[in-house]
């Protein structure tokens, strides 16, 4: 998986290379395509846009503070959680089971964008892991459980740690569209951008034994810059291909069910391939 990964960023910036070239690279591409014929997708053209994700996640130090108790669990190991292919991508009931992208796009001037929407990411903690440990914890059962400066995970009795349902980044951004190849029906646009949005996770967290956390809430913010392709066919009908890199930060995730000040903060940078299809409203053509 980390080498698809791998293979995916770096087709991504070799586009951003080519693409972002001088006038010269622009006259190249034209010398072996007509673009006498050119579209554009002009201001006021809107599109929406549905698909699916598998992400990537750097390990991070998750800290945990509570009555009793304020430690770090340092360079944890995450994983995605893909759903398994089947009737649930489809379903209009459980569109929002499997690791999903909803976007909704209005140009504000010719081939600009604004770009609203949710990436539905799955983010899992591995729990076969010994992880480093820094801090204190009064309750002597789990205080017991470090040894060494470390605490392994893997029995679920000390932690269990997901962002399941999910890891909700809200994020509206901007994306500047470039047409670079079309033809009767079928028209080819590279796009790049970046954006900002909140966290909404609903976070799956037992700590200690107690009940299992799990609810929405506000945790924290994201950034991103994102670059994508884009197939349109007869002028409306879109299929996407995007990579997404970016950073994350949630100082106020909740681990217990009460009101109690209990919680974790953790921040990690992430990588993220989708793809889907779209419908184009009001195109317009050059």
Same mark, same amino acid.
């Not at 789990?142 to 040894?147: I, W």
């Not at 890891?167 to 994020?171: E, F, G, K, M, R």
């Given at each position: 998986m980390k080498k698809f990964f791998e293979l995916v960023?770096?087709?991504f910036v070799g586009i951003?290379?080519?693409f972002g070239q001088s006038n010269h690279t622009t006259q190249e591409?034209?010398?072996n395509y007509d673009f006498s014929n050119r579209s554009s997708? #002009? #201001?006021g053209t809107m599109f929406i846009f549905w698909g699916?994700?598998?992400e990537g996640f750097s390990k991070s130090d998750i800290r945990f503070k509570g009555n009793g108790y304020d430690f770090t669990l340092h360079n944890v190991v995450a994983h995605d959680r893909p759903s398994p292919f089947g009737l649930d991508y489809f379903n209009p009931g459980k569109l929002s089971t499997p690791e999903f992208n909803f976007r909704y796009a209005y140009f504000l001037k010719d081939n600009l964008a604004l770009v609203v929407g949710t990436d539905h990411m799955k983010y899992v903690m591995d729990q076969e892991q010994t992880a480093r440990f820094s801090g204190h914890i009064s309750n002597p059962t789990?205080?017991?459980?470090?040894?060494n400066g470390q605490v392994d995970l893997t029995d679920e009795q000390f932690l269990t740690f997901e962002h399941t349902d999910g890891?909700?980044?809200?994020?509206a951004g901007l994306e500047k569209y470039k047409n670079i190849l079309s033809k009767k029906n079928f028209d080819i646009f590279w796009a790049y951008g970046g954006g900002i949005g909140a966290l909404m996770p609903k976070s799956n967290v037992k700590l200690f034994g107690n009940e299992r956390s799990d609810r929405y809430h506000l945790a924290g913010f994201g950034l991103d810059a994102r670059t994508n392709i884009n197939f349109?066919?007869?002028d409306h009908i879109m299929a996407r291909v995007e990579g997404k890199f970016g950073y994350i930060n949630m100082p106020d995730i909740k681990t217990t069910l009460n009101n109690k000040p209990d919680k974790a903060s953790q921040d990690f940078v992430f990588y993220q391939v989708n793809f889907g299809v779209g419908y184009i409203f009001n195109r317009k053509l050059k």
């Open positions: 960023f770096v087709f951003n290379f080519v591409i034209s010398d997708l #002009k #201001k699916w994700n598998r789990y205080a017991g459980m470090v040894q890891l909700n980044y809200i994020n349109v066919f007869w």
